[in-house]
């Protein structure tokens, strides 16, 4: 029976606590041919409240039993009983030791879940609930131990054995096959386990902790990837000074090992002192990753490492709390990358990310708070709501608390939960007992789903000199939530006279002026901030570096959005106000292009983009995020019914009007940071080509563009400014383009990360082609629908991130997508189910394609065979259709 099938959904009031603890659990794993025999002895002891429970409750999947044996003694057939799911075993004494034997399959694991294999050689990934498919075992995060295990291989084909912690003892045996065992330390849940069997290459490098330790750090690649480690590694070095540094937290054992593989459902994963990593996130050099690769090695590695104490030291009681570690670990890598780079482009970067995709998440079929109720698939709980509004809220305690506040939080969480499995109450209760503060009423961001509006109206008092705000909040129902409560949200705001000058603040009460910046909190659905001293109408700089996860809504006129960028002291609104003043020109559009008018462009928007291309003062990086037009999947949030096909036409009407009227200045800045230095990876280097890229985007859409990029291309000597100038001339359909596609193809066939982006590039084109592009795609040798990358490069792309090519009018991109999804499905269903969520939008599109969605989600519905992954996306999304209307 495959995972899952029991379709059952779990609630996060029903928790009960394990009724045994686990002393020790020590494994062996024998591996063969086709068959990888796998031995366990788990000591418990009983541990419920009465001491009354004799039966101990294993998880299991598709796995063969062997043998069992209680305190020394062969079970017979009726001592325990198993299931597809689950081994019992009856008459458990208060001290028991089990020994299990078990045989599982490797080679016919294409899920990628549990052991299984990736090019030649043998990886695990546990997390969430996949030890279960390696052993019967209390598959639960609060269930922790330490463990032994002992890896028998042949030394020819696995010359490299690893696991966590340290490697105790190893030998040879007289058959060709060779052992090592690993002993961790640090009792740990299953889904932290890792091992890695197989002939890889490793580099080396030290590092020493503050306290004086010396920890041997390694990065294990296939052969031929030796040469693309270097960044990896120093990425790692920077996490483990940083996270000493920021948060005076050391690592904790002699050994970290990072292992890379082609073959990876996610990211990256931590288990303890063993990373595994998806070889995207690893692999680096100059002429095959771009700026952007390079930057999310960096996080991603930082991630991994800071989960050794936000997730592993401390880890969750239950997966419901899975924000508990990722919201937190995802907030400390976003603040590394800000002190490694520009704390300001960062911030800009994950609130677009936050707008474009977990906006649209919280307002879908797939709406749950940060922390859920109830799931049926793990699996589909790994979202944007947990990652990103996880580390928003952990932002808010920032905020709210200050880095001093926060940091004492963070100390008296570790000193007492260090070792435990807990809440994200926990969490709370640590942050506010340190900062002797009530933080009751802000754990509400745990529980509530959906994206808060807080409208903002000002109003100026000539006689009495005072400038009031109002801030009101509403958060809309929900597919999943009728009723919600007020907020605590922390609003950064500050005031600016029509020149742009920065107001001195006084609240009415207060008594000096206090600064230029002020925190305001809303906790109720409306409150009045009163601001003394304030002669004339000022413009109000709101929601000051995205201090709250939410909507904003403010009356500006166009020209006070111009203030507010060419002069507010924040950055992320100075950035905002262009986006808006952007957004607004193409949503216009958008309406103009619907009722048959011409469309325009006005004034203001193109003084705008002057003053921006004309500022040689601001930081490039920034100038390249202020130009980048806000992106289609974000424009589409704001209609009420998306027009795919309005909202491309008009957005590519701004920007060629743009380029156009703005030509010698796009070519002049352009030219000014087109330096002849060779490439770098520093973050200036970086920040020059970002906004010579943008200006090159622009310049694509007047005459000189094509003979610009194509000597762009020419000329490059680094991925970024390579793939910039190909997918701007595939993007403007130079002749040159089909060719210059094959000879980056010839380049580069035997690559697989760099032909993740030939297959990516393509499938991203837009319009009434990409069907047949994508079809091409999928029948080509190098793509693979057992390889999550080329999945996502090609099938994820196409239906995520090309909205007239994969909403075309007659549906037929719908059904090569369902197709897909079905295919998938047989082979990995967490990835289908990923897939699968490309329908979850489905009710916001006009009624021809909503009923060619429908069509194409209840085919799939009804596929044999179909997974409780896939199922459950597409019954919350079938299932939205009778909430959509009332909300
Ligand atoms: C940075 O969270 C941010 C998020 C689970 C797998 C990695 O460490 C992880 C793992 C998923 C989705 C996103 C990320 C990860 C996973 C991730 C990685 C780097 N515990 Br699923
Ligand atoms: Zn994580």
């Given at each position: 029976m495959?995972?899952?099938?029991?379709?059952?959904?779990v609630?996060r009031?029903?928790?009960?606590?394990?009724?045994?603890t686990?002393?020790?659990?020590r494994?062996?794993?024998?591996i063969?041919e086709?068959?990888?025999?796998v031995?366990?002895?788990?000591?418990?002891n009983?541990?419920?409240?009465?001491g009354?429970v004799?039966?101990i409750?294993l998880d299991?999947?598709d796995?063969e039993?062997v043998?069992i044996?209680?305190n020394?003694s062969r079970l017979?057939a009726?001592?325990?009983s198993?299931?597809a799911e689950?081994?019992?075993?009856?008459?458990?004494?208060?001290?028991?030791e089990l020994?299990?034997?078990?045989l599982?399959?490797p080679?016919?694991?294409?899920?990628?879940?549990?052991?299984?294999p990736s090019?030649?050689?043998?990886?695990?990934?546990c997390?969430?609930?996949?030890?279960?498919?390696?052993s019967?075992f209390?598959?639960?995060?609060?269930v922790?131990t330490?463990?032994?295990?002992t890896?028998?291989?042949?030394?020819?084909?696995?010359p490299?054995?690893l696991?966590?912690?340290?490697?105790?003892e190893?030998?040879?045996?007289?058959d060709?096959?060779?052992?090592?065992r690993w002993?961790d330390?640090?009792a740990?849940?299953?889904?932290?386990?890792?091992?890695?069997?197989g002939?890889l290459?490793?580099?080396?490098?030290h590092?020493?902790?503050?306290?004086?330790?010396?920890?041997?750090?390694?990065?294990?690649?296939?052969?031929?990837?030796q040469?693309?480690?270097?960044?990896?590694?120093?990425?790692l070095i920077?996490?483990?000074?940083w996270d000493?540094d920021?948060f005076?937290?050391?690592?904790d054992l002699?050994i970290y090992?990072?292992?890379?593989?082609?073959?990876?459902?996610m990211?990256?994963?931590?288990?303890?002192?063993l990373?595994?990593?998806?070889?995207?996130?690893?692999l680096a050099?100059?002429?095959?990753?771009?700026d952007?690769?390079?930057?999310?090695?960096?996080?991603?590695?930082g991630?991994e490492?800071?989960h050794n104490?936000?997730?592993?030291?401390?880890?969750?009681?239950d997966?419901?709390?899975?924000?508990?570690?990722?919201?937190?670990?995802?907030?400390?890598d976003q603040?590394?990358?800000?002190?490694?780079h520009s704390?300001?482009?960062?911030?800009i970067?994950?609130?677009?990310q936050?707008?474009?995709?977990?906006?649209?998440?919280?307002?879908?079929?797939?709406s749950?708070?940060?922390r859920?109720?109830?799931?049926?698939?793990?699996n589909?709980?790994?979202t944007?709501?947990?990652y990103?509004?996880g580390?928003?809220?952990v932002?808010?305690y920032?905020t709210?608390?200050?880095e001093?506040?926060?940091?004492?939080g963070m100390?008296l969480?570790?000193?007492r939960?260090?070792?435990?499995?807990?809440t994200?109450?926990?969490?709370?209760?640590s942050m506010?007992d340190?900062?002797?503060?009530?933080l009751?009423?802000?754990?509400?961001?745990?529980?509530?789903?959906?994206?808060?509006q807080?409208?903002?109206?000002?109003?100026?008092d000539?006689d009495?000199?005072?400038?009031?705000?109002?801030?009101?909040q509403?958060t809309?129902a929900?597919?999943d939530?009728e009723?919600k409560?007020?907020?605590v949200?922390?609003?950064a705001v500050?005031?600016l006279?029509?020149?742009?000058?920065?107001h001195e603040?006084r609240?009415?009460?207060?008594?000096g002026?206090?600064?230029?910046?002020r925190?305001?909190l809303?906790e109720?659905?409306?409150?009045?901030?009163?601001?003394e001293?304030?002669a004339?109408?000022?413009?109000?700089?709101?929601?000051r570096?995205?201090s709250?996860p939410?909507?904003?809504?403010?009356?500006y006129t166009?020209s006070e959005?111009a203030?507010?960028m060419?002069?507010?002291?924040?950055?992320?609104?100075?950035w905002?106000a262009?986006?808006l003043l952007?957004?607004r020109?193409?949503l216009?559009?958008?309406?103009?292009?619907?009722?048959?008018?011409d469309?325009?462009?006005?004034?203001e928007?193109?003084?705008?983009?002057?003053?921006?291309?004309?500022?040689?003062?601001?930081?490039?990086?920034l100038?390249?995020?202020a130009l980048?037009?806000?992106?289609e999947?974000?424009?589409?949030?704001?209609?009420?019914?998306?027009d795919?096909?309005?909202?491309h036409?008009?957005?590519?009407?701004?920007?060629?009007?743009?380029?156009?009227?703005?030509?010698n200045e796009?070519?002049?800045?352009?030219?000014?940071v087109?330096?002849?230095?060779p490439y770098?990876?520093?973050?200036?280097?970086?920040?020059?080509?970002?906004?010579?890229?943008?200006?090159?985007?622009f310049?694509?859409e007047?005459?000189s563009?094509?003979?610009l990029?194509e000597?762009?291309?020419?000329?490059s000597?680094?991925m970024?400014?390579?793939?910039?100038a190909l997918?701007?001339?595939?993007w403007?359909?130079?002749?040159?383009?089909?060719h210059?596609l094959k000879?980056?193809e010839d380049?580069?066939?035997?690559?697989?990360l760099?032909?993740d982006?030939w297959?990516?590039?393509?499938a991203a084109?837009p319009g009434?082609?990409?069907l047949?592009?994508?079809?091409q795609?999928l029948?080509?040798p190098?793509?693979?629908l057992?390889?999550?990358?080329k999945?996502r490069s090609v099938i994820g792309?196409?239906?995520?991130a090309n909205?007239?090519g994969?909403h075309?009018?007659?549906?037929s991109?719908y059904?090569?997508?369902?197709?897909q999804?079905?295919?998938l499905?047989?082979?990995n269903?967490?990835?289908a189910a990923?897939m699968?969520g490309?329908?979850?939008?489905?009710?916001r599109y006009d009624?021809?394609r909503?009923d060619?969605?429908?069509?194409e989600l209840n085919?799939?519905?009804t596929?044999?065979g179909?997974?409780?992954?896939?199922s459950?996306?597409?019954?919350n999304a079938l299932?939205m259709?009778?909430?959509?209307?009332?909300?």
């Amino acid at each position: 029976m495959k995972k899952g099938l029991s379709g059952k959904t779990v609630y996060r009031e029903k928790y009960t606590p394990y009724p045994w603890t686990l002393e020790h659990a020590r494994f062996r794993f024998d591996i063969g041919e086709d068959v990888t025999r796998v031995l366990s002895v788990l000591q418990f002891n009983r541990s419920d409240a009465d001491g009354s429970v004799t039966e101990i409750e294993l998880d299991g999947q598709d796995m063969e039993l062997v043998t069992i044996a209680m305190n020394g003694s062969r079970l017979e057939a009726g001592d325990y009983s198993c299931t597809a799911e689950k081994l019992l075993v009856h008459n458990a004494t208060q001290r028991c030791e089990l020994e299990i034997e078990v045989l599982i399959k490797p080679h016919e694991n294409t899920a990628l879940e549990g052991l299984y294999p990736s090019s030649d050689f043998l990886l695990t990934q546990c997390e969430a609930e996949g030890f279960r498919k390696i052993s019967y075992f209390p598959d639960r995060p609060d269930v922790m131990t330490c463990y032994e295990v002992t890896i028998i291989a042949d030394k020819q084909r696995y010359p490299v054995l690893l696991s966590n912690g340290n490697a105790v003892e190893s030998g040879d045996l007289d058959d060709g096959r060779h052992w090592v065992r690993w002993s961790d330390p640090f009792a740990k849940p299953c889904y932290l386990f890792a091992l890695v069997a197989g002939n890889l290459a490793c580099i080396e490098d030290h590092f020493k902790t503050r306290s004086g330790r010396d920890v041997t750090l390694r990065v294990y690649v296939e052969h031929e990837n030796q040469d693309r480690c270097e960044h990896a590694m120093e990425s790692l070095i920077h996490s483990m000074k940083w996270d000493e540094d920021r948060f005076d937290l050391e690592y904790d054992l002699d050994i970290y090992n990072i292992v890379a593989t082609n073959d990876f459902n996610m990211g990256a994963m931590e288990n303890k002192s063993l990373n595994i990593f998806n070889s995207k996130y690893v692999l680096a050099r100059p002429d095959t990753a771009t700026d952007f690769d390079y930057q999310g090695i960096e996080g991603v590695i930082g991630h991994e490492y800071f989960h050794n104490w936000t997730g592993n030291r401390v880890t969750c009681q239950d997966w419901f709390q899975l924000t508990l570690k990722e919201g937190l670990t995802v907030f400390r890598d976003q603040e590394f990358s800000s002190d490694m780079h520009s704390r300001a482009v960062k911030r800009i970067q994950d609130v677009r990310q936050l707008r474009s995709r977990q906006f649209p998440e919280d307002s879908g079929p797939m709406s749950h708070p940060a922390r859920p109720d109830k799931y049926l698939e793990i699996n589909n709980f790994y979202t944007m709501t947990v990652y990103q509004k996880g580390a928003e809220i952990v932002r808010m305690y920032h905020t709210l608390l200050g880095e001093d506040g926060f940091q004492k939080g963070m100390k008296l969480y570790f000193q007492r939960h260090d070792g435990q499995a807990v809440t994200c109450d926990d969490f709370l209760a640590s942050m506010a007992d340190a900062n002797e503060v009530c933080l009751e009423k802000f754990g509400r961001w745990y529980g509530q789903s959906g994206t808060p509006q807080l409208t903002v109206s000002g109003h100026h008092d000539v006689d009495a000199r005072t400038f009031t705000l109002i801030l009101s909040q509403r958060t809309p129902a929900t597919h999943d939530q009728e009723i919600k409560q007020a907020l605590v949200i922390p609003v950064a705001v500050g005031l600016l006279d029509s020149q742009g000058k920065a107001h001195e603040l006084r609240l009415t009460g207060e008594d000096g002026p206090g600064g230029h910046s002020r925190l305001l909190l809303l906790e109720e659905d409306k409150q009045e901030f009163v601001f003394e001293g304030i002669a004339e109408q000022p413009i109000p700089s709101l929601l000051r570096g995205f201090s709250a996860p939410v909507k904003l809504e403010y009356p500006y006129t166009s020209s006070e959005l111009a203030v507010l960028m060419a002069h507010d002291s924040d950055a992320f609104v100075r950035w905002e106000a262009a986006q808006l003043l952007a957004q607004r020109e193409i949503l216009a559009n958008v309406e103009r292009l619907a009722i048959g008018s011409d469309p325009r462009l006005m004034p203001e928007l193109t003084e705008a983009f002057a003053a921006l291309l004309a500022d040689t003062e601001t930081d490039p990086a920034l100038i390249a995020e202020a130009l980048s037009l806000p992106a289609e999947e974000y424009l589409a949030e704001q209609m009420k019914v998306i027009d795919v096909d309005g909202i491309h036409a008009a957005r590519k009407f701004v920007k060629s009007s743009l380029a156009k009227a703005l030509g010698n200045e796009f070519s002049m800045r352009y030219q000014s940071v087109d330096d002849t230095e060779p490439y770098s990876k520093s973050p200036a280097s970086m920040a020059r080509r970002s906004l010579k890229n943008v200006c090159l985007s622009f310049l694509l859409e007047t005459d000189s563009g094509v003979s610009l990029a194509e000597s762009q291309l020419e000329s490059s000597d680094n991925m970024t400014d390579t793939l910039a100038a190909l997918q701007g001339l595939l993007w403007v359909e130079a002749p040159a383009a089909d060719h210059l596609l094959k000879a980056f193809e010839d380049n580069w066939s035997e690559d697989a990360l760099v032909m993740d982006k030939w297959f990516s590039m393509q499938a991203a084109l837009p319009g009434k082609r990409a069907l047949e592009r994508v079809r091409q795609l999928l029948d080509h040798p190098g793509f693979s629908l057992t390889n999550p990358n080329k999945v996502r490069s090609v099938i994820g792309v196409f239906s995520m991130a090309n909205p007239t090519g994969f909403h075309t009018a007659d549906g037929s991109g719908y059904r090569l997508h369902a197709d897909q999804v079905m295919a998938l499905d047989k082979l990995n269903p967490q990835v289908a189910a990923r897939m699968a969520g490309a329908f979850n939008p489905w009710t916001r599109y006009d009624s021809q394609r909503r009923d060619l969605m429908k069509a194409e989600l209840n085919r799939i519905r009804t596929a044999e065979g179909l997974s409780a992954s896939v199922s459950e996306i597409i019954n919350n999304a079938l299932a939205m259709e009778k909430t959509s209307s009332s909300l």
